[in-house]
């Protein structure tokens, strides 16, 4: 007989008189528990039973915090009998789907009762300590499972230039009680001049290896010491199909190595990386450094020693950086490829596989002599060497993109990620509602920050969903859910009253769509003119910069010192402030997502950001307050400007229409506005009529 999972109401009390019975089994593991207690997770909807027979064989009581937005797993029991039936795991999954919009469950268990490889099969993480209540004084490891909202499609971005994970015994140099002279190696990774490069950052492995120290000193001072890391959470089921993929090709290709517990958390190690992302993993483990090559053969990851990073941070680093304000000055031109021009370009573009030089060239040419009108795009730099190349045709409601290719050049990140936003605007100016990027072989560049931008591979291929939704969760939710499903994939779960920091990454993913009742707070922010021509060409150059380009990913923009209650992330409105008489000429010309505010000197903001902006030294220090001597920095990314500008005289009757209370004194400074505001300018800005 089939077993049943329930939600408990607290009419049913047969079924909650059985869980009490089944649970009472095991008092001495458990803790005792009340039956009012039972009776008031039932009322909470927070009692759920696996029923066989009549007879209920496992249950999951748990709460559901009011202030909070994770579930709290008080309970977790399944009949010794019936154990070994994944019963556990599926009281877990039924959780996870019956509350999506929760960030997590937590639990907390015994550490003396030696759980902790269940609680690491049901996909828990270890998460901190306490001392239980008991006369024994007992320590209680927490267990974390993250239900993927902080990252609903990728991790934030880093403002390093290079983010590197670390394993345990590096980790252990840098943070660990004990001090040898091998530890010297680890610790320059954290040397002053390396910290604006180099970010460190670790996965699920390393907390593990931290939770298993046997010594409690060392292991509360070790995971106290976290927080000074960036922390890397990929999908569990990812991490386990790569992991797989590692141990069998480590099996063939060093034959010599003992499959145990060693190899499978070196493995992991790499795994993880790979599924977060990130390309360098270091370590000073033999056994894991002898994976080297099967890292980067399966998994793209470079395992290195910390001496390989401190002495070659400029190599590594190459590959990530990212200079948006490289592009902002330079004489890039795009064009379209001229017909008989496919086998010049061959030389500049990375071919692999059955896509080598000559195939790659006929299929260049074959999509100028189909029926399908194809935009085939070259992109030149200011030398006339060729550095990206892309094809694009509109088929229904879905962009097309049968060729994604960068070329080796010190902006190639840079560049890749700008032709991933420029894929959306077309896609979002012609109408389309998904990106699918069919290059069988694309940059491996573009690929890796795709899921920055929420592209995500679906038979084989890379694909994006374009919310074309400035609304309610539920309105975002409908429109993704609907595309989601023409794809056969699941759409990630919206719920009102969203974090910001979840509701920033929604945005991000399916730009350009809005989700209006999150927690995501929105500002007016007023420019210059002069500044609003260098950043965003309104009101524009007489010489207009190439629509390629346009507008970089990422820019900062500096002003006075003084907290207007800025808060990140956040939605952004550009108010350019002054012009001629008349107040026609003062609007509202597009929005941005805010990333970053950081207060600090002149000097150590151009320090800082001098990559991001169009700003040189004497400008930021001209901005800064006289009494303070600092000034604000707002880092800012993915600017839209708006079709038609929304002026001072339209801003002011919209707050009427919505009985805001407005004035144009408001727009002096940097300004919160509500939510709705917001919705009823962007809409203002993308009326047809």
Known sequence: ???????????QNELIDKAIMLGNRYTKTLGLLKPPAYNKAAEDGGLLVAVEADEVIGYALFGLP????????AHLCVAEEQRGRSIARQLVEEIRKRYPQRLGIKAKCRRDYNLSGMWTSLGFVPHGEVRGRGRDGEILDGWWLDLG?????TEMESDALLVVAVDHEVFADLRGLTYTTDVEESRALEAGWMTDLVELAYTPQLVHQIRDIADTAERQHQRAALSGLRQLTPAPAAVAERTAELLSAAKKSLPDLSDGGALRRCAQYVAETSCAGLRVLATRNRLLSRLADVA???ARVRVVSPATVTLHVDELRQAQVYRPADLMGTDFRSMEVSPGAEDELVAFFNQSGGDDGSAFAERLRSLAAGSVVWRRELLRDGEGHPVALYAWALDGRTLMVPVLRTAD???????????????KRLGRDCGAEIIRITDPHPSAVAKAAGGDDGFFEHDGRLVALLVNVCGTAAEVEAVAGGLARELTVEAAALHEGMPAEVAAVVERAWWPAKVIDSGLLSFVVPIKPRWSTELFNVPAMLLPRSDVLGISREHVYYRSSGHRGESVPARLLWYVSEGPAGVESQMIVGSSRLDEVLIDTPDALFSKF????VYGRAEVQEVAGAASGQAMALRFSDTEIFPRSVTLRRLTSLAGELGLPWSSNSLISLSKISNELFQAVYKEGHRKT
């Open 409 to 423: 050049h010190p902006l190639e990140e840079t560049l890749a990620r700008q032709l991933l936003f420029l894929l």
């Open 610 to 613: 001098e990559h991001l902006g």
């Open 1 to 11: 007989m089939a077993i049943k999972l329930l939600s408990v109401a607290p009419a």
């Open 66 to 73: 009011k202030r909070s937005a994770h579930i709290r797993l």
């Open 149 to 153: 909202h902080p990252h609903l499609f």
């Open 296 to 298: 980067w053969e399966v």
